[in-house]
């Protein structure tokens, strides 16, 4: 695989591999400078209760606050880098906006490579698809490169050994 001579300048790069149910055998889907979203959080149930215990001069029971794990969050993942000529990504959007969205629902893996191309880290999603694909703003006088920018909802991201 050739790989972008922009990457001889970067501390890391990331790469998306998308699930193969399409038929496809091209293993990877992308290579990005920038993600965001990488985010998995727990929401919190607080439960109120008054307990038979009685505290001080009080009459009635003490009010006991706990807190216990709720719903596990997903933050979208935001992959960005500069305009190429693969139409890849923008297919996989566009299937999803024909109504084919069920279909598109892919599984795939986020893989970060340091300047050396060694795998650091890497995260697996469930159920992954395109929501939104945008492009920078384009200006013929500018010397910045313009950016592709890809969003992909998930159900689960995992970290898993970089070997797996």
């Known amino acids: 695989m050739s ?7 970067s501390s890391f790069y990331l790469e998306l591999s998308l699930d193969r149910s ?13 993600c965001k979203g990488f985010k998995c959080s727990q929401e919190i149930i607080e439960v109120c209760e008054v307990t038979d215990n009685q505290w001080g001069k009080a009459k009635k029971g003490m009010v006991m606050r706990t807190k216990i794990p709720g719903n596990v ?7 960005r880098r500069g305009l190429i000529s693969s139409l890849a990504l923008w297919q996989w959007f ?17 893989q970060i490579y340091n300047q050396k191309r060694k795998p650091q880290a890497r995260f697996r999603f469930l159920n992954g698809w395109a929501i939104s694909y945008s492009l920078s703003d384009l200006s013929a006088s500018s010397t910045d490169y313009e950016i592709e920018e890809l969003e992909i909802a998930c159900e689960v991201l995992k970290r898993v ?3 797996s």
């Open 3 to 9: 790989y972008p001579e922009i990457l001889t300048s």
């Open 22 to 34: 399409d038929g496809s055998n091209q293993a990877v889907d992308g290579i990005f400078m920038d």
């Open 73 to 79: 969050k997903i933050n979208n993942i935001i992959l």
């Open 94 to 110: 566009e299937e999803t906006q024909k109504g084919n969205w069920a279909k598109q629902r892919r599984d795939g893996s986020l």
């Open 161 to 163: 050994p970089v070997n």
